[in-house]
């Protein structure tokens, strides 16, 4: 064994120990729509004293924590987000009624001087309702909210007053309220005029008589400040609440309102738990099958890629969310893809060597897939990037997964399974029985290609003719059909709920129509399974919604909410075009500086091929574009130019080696080449993603359909598309062949060779 395999086995396994004791002592962080929850996007606003700037949304949070806090609610977590945003998530808070009327209520709390009885139609002065309902006018703001310093609910069981909220104000603040009360009470007591109004978002939240004891101009000192009357201690509470909390720098606005109740978390992790299982399990089989031993311990390696993974998302706070969690089941494909293109690269060289080289062998193809491993991982990588700086909610949890799973991957195939196969590859045993090793004798495919030699590009334009017929069919779905905007790009309220009995579809739309919801969508996933996507619709209105369908179907549980308002759904729409602008100039850019400018167009070009009919077959399916598609969509750009990055990488290998062969040839032979790799790379993928498609639930079903649609046809286009797209281009081309690049490593010193680490020195 080399040093270079010691350090690299000791490494593996180090990583792996760590890993194992994290996994062990840690538990993951979940997502609300795994534990079950509502999250919120506040957005605040300018009001006509404060700007909504970084400083206010701050001081807004503080407040709402303190809100937020006294509802009881376990672990909650407050964020802001941008300059004007604050991200709000409660755990198992179920029905957001509760939390939405607490954090809504966003005016600033004021203390008014009562100047006496209302009258309607008065519009001298501000005349609102009491506690009770009569109507009182109110003089200007005396004293706001901000002057709170404290508001308790405390019971007074010596006097037997019962519940009261106790006041204590700030010092300035403190003399104001003195004066107010001290005015109040220069009028007899009885009188309207002796009260104090409360006001929260234009509502009396409590009037108060200053207490008779108190003399004219005397007021009450600050501190010993009690409002009593007929309080429930629920009441007391709330009113202390209120008052404590009102003040808000800001107003803010409720733009984004996600539910899910704890059973469909429950579900869906179990769901994904098995997919990744019943997807891994079929994936290794495959690759052991393919490459024999060297198969079986890339599968090995593919478990420590499982408990790394896992371990990296706990060590790191990372917050799983379900596409998140998708996504570290997808990764688990992507993993294979390192291991598979060693594999065959080290089948091409075995031949060439003969028998007894098989580690010089594998050597060679460990360093001939370096550069489309980076290559295709990178480009992977930007895709992450763009998902995790241009989504939002749970798109954001799969771009972080998704990252994490590209490098945990390539330490996995590049240290972990390169180490295990280096020392099986020592054993003689294993070099004396080709059939037993995996890559001394050529796959099926690769054998099969080489004795029929199809000459693939000697007409170009055809395959690309052929992708413009796709390209029309799909944009012809676009126009005929439309695109379904999910709630997320729209704006309005998607609601999902599971009834105690059947409800057709015709059934529940009467009921809701009939409640007064006569624009809302209904639609079913099973018999007890109803949506219903309308406008914008408040939590009192969702409430009479579920009402009216609990009227036919018995007790109706709410399974999942989202609200979007209005400006964030067209920020969402805005960011995910500027996400897909930005992805493809970002890729065109990398390819442009890693290969020739011809083959970053093409490849380009394959990718907004593959973007189009992908879109088009989701019109034509009638399934919703939402967020979650924006992450199948960008993960399948990450897919098309990883294949096209594989292709072109041989292409320009071969031509820097042949540079008089015509570049058709080349193609053709590159193509030929790395087939066997997109056909094992591609199968290791579609068994994790059917497994997602069919045992995932109806929430990752359209994720799953999406990339098993993208990766079908960026695996076409990046050979049938990008290739011929770049013999085209390469006939105006006035650039010479790529010029061969040294094999890294090779001298050292003074023009001397270094020797191959599999070479021991001797020669006969």
Avoid at 107 to 121: C, K, S
Avoid at 680 to 698: P, S
Avoid at 723 to 736: D, H, I, Q
């Amino acid at each position: 064994m080399t040093r270079a395999t010691t350090v690299r086995a000791v490494l593996a396994a180090a990583v792996l120990l760590v890993s194992v004791f994290i996994t062990l002592t840690q538990s993951p962080r979940l997502g609300l729509d795994l534990q079950g929850g509502t999250r919120m996007v506040l957005q605040a606003k300018d009001s006509a004293t404060a700007k909504a700037d970084r400083e206010s949304t701050d001081r807004t949070l503080e407040v709402l924590r303190q809100r937020i806090d006294s509802l009881g609610v376990a672990e909650p977590t407050l964020t802001r987000s941008g300059e004007d945003r604050i991200i709000v998530e409660l755990p198992d808070v179920q029905d957001p009624r509760q939390a939405a009327d607490v954090i809504g209520r966003t005016a600033q709390l004021g203390f008014h001087a009562v100047e006496g009885p209302g009258a309607e139609g008065d519009g001298g002065q501000e005349t609102l309702p009491d506690e009770q309902g009569g109507l009182l006018a109110l003089g200007p703001v005396r004293l706001s909210g901000a002057g709170v310093k404290d508001a308790t609910a405390e019971f007074d069981a010596q006097q037997g007053t019962g519940w009261a909220v106790s006041l204590d104000f700030h010092k300035d603040a403190g003399r104001e309220w003195k004066r107010l009360t001290g005015d109040a009470a220069c009028n007899p007591s009885g009188d309207e005029r002796r009260r104090v109004a409360i006001v929260l978002d234009g509502k009396v939240i409590s009037s108060p008589q200053v207490d008779p004891s108190i003399a004219c101009e005397a007021g009450l000192p600050s501190g010993s400040t009690r409002i009593t009357g007929s309080f429930s201690a629920e009441e007391a509470r709330d009113l202390a609440l209120l008052i404590k909390g009102g003040a808000l720098p800001v107003p803010v606005e409720i733009v984004e309102q996600r539910t899910v109740g704890p059973t469909l978390g429950a579900a869906a992790i179990d769901a994904s738990a098995r997919a990744a299982l019943i997807g891994a399990a079929a994936t290794a089989l495959f690759i052991t099958v393919m490459y024999r031993l060297f198969g079986a311990l890339a599968a090995v390696a593919l478990a420590a890629y499982g408990v790394i993974s896992y371990a990296a998302l706990v060590a790191l706070g990372v917050t799983l969310t379900l596409p998140g969690l998708a996504g570290f089941v997808l990764a688990i494909g992507m993993a294979v893809d390192a291991n598979v293109l060693v594999f065959e690269r080290a089948r091409e060289e075995y031949p060439d060597r003969g028998k007894g080289s098989l580690r010089t062998a594998l050597t060679s193809g460990f360093r001939g897939a370096w550069s489309a491993v980076a290559d295709s991982n990178v480009t992977t990588l930007i895709a992450a990037a763009l998902l995790f700086f241009l989504g939002s909610g749970p798109v954001k949890g799969f771009g972080v997964t998704l990252a994490i799973g590209v490098l945990v991957s390539m330490f996995s195939a590049l240290v972990i399974a390169r180490a295990l196969t280096e020392i099986a590859a020592g054993s003689r045993f294993v070099s004396d029985y080709r059939g037993v090793n995996g890559i001394a004798r050529p796959g099926r495919v690769r054998t099969w290609l080489n004795a029929r030699d199809p000459q693939l590009f000697r007409s170009p334009r055809r395959w690309l003719l052929t992708s413009t017929a796709l390209v029309l069919l799909a944009v012809t779905g676009i126009l005929v059909r439309g695109v379904d905007l999910g709630v997320e790009f729209t704006g309005g309220r998607l609601v999902e709920y599971s009834t105690n009995r059947p409800v057709d579809v015709e059934t529940a739309r009467d009921a809701i129509a009939a409640a007064g919801f006569t624009d809302a969508e209904v639609t079913t996933a099973g018999e007890r399974d109803l949506s219903v996507r309308t406008g914008q619709l408040d939590n009192d209105g969702e409430h009479a919604l579920r009402a009216a369908l609990a009227e036919e179907g018995g007790e109706t549980t709410k399974v999942r909410d989202e609200l979007i308002g209005p400006s964030l759904g067209d920020e969402l729409r805005r960011n995910a075009l500027i996400a897909l602008g930005v992805a493809v100039f970002v890729q065109l850019a990398y390819l442009a500086a890693r290969f020739r400018w011809t083959f970053a167009v093409s490849s380009v070009g394959a990718l907004v091929h593959d973007v189009i009919i992908l879109v088009g077959a989701f019109a034509w399916l009638g399934r919703p574009v939402d967020g979650i598609f924006l992450a199948a969509l960008l993960t399948v750009i990450g897919y098309s130019v990883n294949d096209s990055v594989v292709v072109f990488d041989r292409v320009r290998e071969l031509w820097a080696r042949n540079r008089r062969t015509p570049v058709a040839d080349v193609a053709n032979r590159a193509v030929l080449q790395t087939v066997p790799r997109t056909v094992n790379t591609g199968m290791g993928a579609l068994f994790i993603l059917v497994a997602l498609a069919v045992l995932g639930g109806d929430s990752l079903a359209d994720f799953a359909l999406a990339l098993l649609i993208g990766i079908c046809v960026g695996t076409y286009s990046s050979v049938m598309t990008a290739v011929p797209g770049a013999l085209l281009l390469e006939l105006s081309s006035k650039a010479p062949p790529p010029a061969r690049k040294r094999a890294p490593g090779r001298r050292t010193g003074a023009g001397r060779k270094r020797r191959d680490p599999a070479d021991n020195g001797a020669r006969v």
